[in-house]
C-alpha cells in the first residue's frame, strides 16, 4: 500500500497540532476535486479558519461523508522546537503505515528548509533509506489536497463541537505530552477500533 500525506498546523497558544491527510493514490483525483467544490467563490484555498461558522459546518461534514482518513501529532512548547518533535514523531508513523510522499504546507524557504533537515533525521534514526519517503513544500493552494489537513487541524485545535464534528475523519491522535508523561505505556496514542471504510464519496 503507497499512501500520499498531506500536512498542515494549527497553533493556539502554547498547543502545537500537525494534521496529516492520508490519501491512497486511486483517491488524489477525487479527494482535489472534492474540496474545489468546497472552496467559497473568489477564494484561491479553503481555509477554515476565515469562514463563517455554517461553511466550515458544511466543509467538515463534506470530509465525514467521503470517509476521508487523518492522523493529528500534538504538543505543547515552543513553536519551532515543538514542530520539529511533532514532525519527527509522524514521520516515524507515516513510514511504518509506507507512506511514500509527504506533502507540508510551505511556511517560507528558510522555515522549509528546517522542515527537511528533521525529515532527513527522522528517516536516518529510524534506520530507514532517506528515499524511501519523497517529500516536499507546496503553498497551500496549489494542491487543495492540502486543504484536508487544514481542515482537520483547524477542527481537531478548536475542541468542543469542532472536534466532534471532525472526529470520524481522525483515526488516531498522538499526544507527545502524553506520552512523555507515561514512558512505560504501551498505547502512547489514541486509535479508532478498526480502519475507516474506503471512501464512498470519492469514488472508490
Request: with cysteine; glycine share 8%.
Amino acid at each position: 500500500m503507497s499512501l500520499h500525506v498531506f500536512i498542515d498546523e494549527s497553533r493556539r497558544g502554547n498547543l502545537y497540532l500537525l494534521a496529516a491527510a492520508l490519501v491512497m493514490p486511486a483517491d488524489l483525483g477525487p479527494t482535489r476535486a472534492l474540496m474545489r467544490s468546497l472552496r467559497v467563490p473568489g477564494e484561491r484555498k479553503v481555509h477554515l479558519h476565515q469562514e463563517r461558522g455554517a461553511v466550515k459546518k458544511e466543509i467538515a461534514a463534506a470530509l465525514v461523508t467521503a470517509g476521508v482518513r487523518a492522523r493529528v501529532y500534538v504538543g505543547h512548547g515552543p513553536p519551532d522546537a515543538t514542530r520539529a518533535r511533532l514532525l519527527r514523531a509522524a514521520v516515524t508513523d507515516l513510514v511504518a503505515i509506507s507512506v511514500r510522499r509527504l506533502v507540508l504546507d510551505s511556511r517560507g524557504q528558510d522555515r522549509d528548509q528546517l522542515d527537511r533537515r528533521v525529515i532527513r533525521s527522522a528517516l536516518t534514526a529510524g534506520a530507514a533509506d532517506p528515499g524511501l519517503m519523497t517529500y516536499e513544500h507546496l503553498r497551500s493552494h496549489e494542491d487543495p489536497a492540502l486543504w484536508v489537513a487544514d481542515v482537520v487541524a483547524w477542527c481537531h485545535g478548536a475542541g468542543g463541537e469542532w472536534r466532534r464534528r471532525i472526529g470520524p475523519v481522525v483515526e488516531r491522535v498522538i499526544d507527545l505530552d502524553e506520552k512523555a508523561r507515561s514512558p512505560g505505556a504501551r498505547r502512547p496514542a489514541r486509535s479508532c477500533p478498526g480502519p475507516l471504510p474506503r471512501p464512498s464519496g470519492l469514488g472508490c
